[in-house]
Protein backbone atom coordinates (compact mmCIF):
# COMPACT_ATOMS: atom_id res chain seq x y z
CA UNK A 1 0.00 0.00 0.00
CA UNK A 2 1.03 3.56 -0.93
CA UNK A 3 2.28 6.04 1.82
CA UNK A 4 0.05 8.22 3.84
CA UNK A 5 0.05 11.82 2.06
CA UNK A 6 -2.30 13.65 5.01
CA UNK A 7 -1.81 11.79 8.53
CA UNK A 8 -3.24 12.97 12.00
CA UNK A 9 -2.10 16.34 12.81
CA UNK A 10 -1.97 17.97 9.38
CA UNK A 11 -3.36 20.90 8.35
CA UNK A 12 -5.78 20.36 5.74
CA UNK A 13 -7.65 22.79 3.27
CA UNK A 14 -10.96 21.00 1.97
CA UNK A 15 -11.18 21.68 -2.01
CA UNK A 16 -14.79 21.23 -2.82
CA UNK A 17 -18.10 20.35 -0.68
CA UNK A 18 -20.17 22.82 1.31
CA UNK A 19 -17.13 23.97 3.39
CA UNK A 20 -14.80 24.39 0.23
CA UNK A 21 -12.12 26.84 1.21
CA UNK A 22 -12.23 26.16 5.36
CA UNK A 23 -9.04 24.73 6.74
CA UNK A 24 -9.22 22.40 9.91
CA UNK A 25 -7.03 20.00 11.31
CA UNK A 26 -7.13 16.21 11.17
CA UNK A 27 -8.19 14.48 13.65
CA UNK A 28 -8.36 11.36 12.39
CA UNK A 29 -7.18 9.43 9.16
CA UNK A 30 -8.46 6.35 7.77
CA UNK A 31 -6.47 5.63 4.88
CA UNK A 32 -8.09 2.13 4.16
CA UNK A 33 -11.17 3.72 3.97
CA UNK A 34 -9.55 6.42 2.15
CA UNK A 35 -11.46 9.55 4.62
CA UNK A 36 -10.06 12.12 6.76
CA UNK A 37 -12.13 13.93 9.76
CA UNK A 38 -11.60 17.82 10.04
CA UNK A 39 -12.27 19.46 13.08
CA UNK A 40 -15.03 21.84 12.21
CA UNK A 41 -15.15 20.64 9.24
CA UNK A 42 -17.95 18.60 7.37
CA UNK A 43 -20.15 19.27 11.09
CA UNK A 44 -23.40 16.66 11.05
CA UNK A 45 -26.50 17.23 13.83
CA UNK A 46 -28.16 14.57 14.95
CA UNK A 47 -31.25 14.82 17.02
CA UNK A 48 -31.20 12.47 20.08
CA UNK A 49 -33.91 11.76 22.54
CA UNK A 50 -33.70 11.71 25.85
CA UNK A 51 -32.42 8.40 27.93
CA UNK A 52 -31.40 7.40 31.34
CA UNK A 53 -27.85 7.74 30.27
CA UNK A 54 -28.42 11.50 28.51
CA UNK A 55 -31.58 12.26 30.17
CA UNK A 56 -31.51 16.26 28.43
CA UNK A 57 -31.28 14.72 25.38
CA UNK A 58 -30.91 17.25 22.64
CA UNK A 59 -28.85 18.23 19.31
CA UNK A 60 -25.35 16.10 19.42
CA UNK A 61 -22.68 18.06 16.37
CA UNK A 62 -20.24 15.61 15.35
CA UNK A 63 -17.71 16.12 12.39
CA UNK A 64 -18.42 13.60 9.58
CA UNK A 65 -15.69 11.33 7.35
CA UNK A 66 -14.50 13.39 4.24
CA UNK A 67 -12.91 12.05 1.29
CA UNK A 68 -9.31 12.05 1.26
CA UNK A 69 -9.50 13.22 -2.42
CA UNK A 70 -11.32 16.59 -1.00
CA UNK A 71 -8.81 18.04 1.23
CA UNK A 72 -5.01 18.90 0.47
CA UNK A 73 -2.39 19.78 2.87
CA UNK A 74 -2.26 23.68 3.28
CA UNK A 75 1.08 25.44 3.08
CA UNK A 76 1.82 28.16 5.88
CA UNK A 77 -0.16 30.65 3.97
CA UNK A 78 -3.29 28.87 4.12
CA UNK A 79 -3.03 27.78 0.08
CA UNK A 80 -3.55 24.11 -0.88
CA UNK A 81 -0.64 21.86 -2.23
CA UNK A 82 0.19 18.55 -3.54
CA UNK A 83 2.48 16.40 -1.65
CA UNK A 84 5.34 14.29 -3.10
CA UNK A 85 8.16 12.48 -1.54
CA UNK A 86 11.69 12.82 -1.07
CA UNK A 87 14.74 11.18 0.61
CA UNK A 88 16.69 13.92 2.56
CA UNK A 89 19.57 12.60 5.00
CA UNK A 90 19.11 9.15 4.17
CA UNK A 91 15.12 9.39 5.31
CA UNK A 92 11.79 9.34 2.92
CA UNK A 93 10.07 12.46 3.96
CA UNK A 94 6.99 14.36 2.65
CA UNK A 95 7.49 17.69 1.30
CA UNK A 96 5.19 20.43 -0.01
CA UNK A 97 5.26 20.42 -4.29
CA UNK A 98 4.26 23.99 -4.31
CA UNK A 99 6.73 25.22 -1.93
CA UNK A 100 9.26 22.14 -1.50
CA UNK A 101 8.79 22.91 2.09
CA UNK A 102 9.34 19.73 4.77
CA UNK A 103 5.95 18.56 6.04
CA UNK A 104 6.32 17.14 9.66
CA UNK A 105 4.53 15.13 11.08
Do not use: C, W, Y
Amino acid sequence: MAAAKIRKGDTVVVLSGKDKGRTGEVVKAMPKEGKVIVSGVNVHARHRKPTQLNPQGGIERKEAPLNISKVAIATADGKPTRVRFEERDGKKVRVAAKTGELIHG
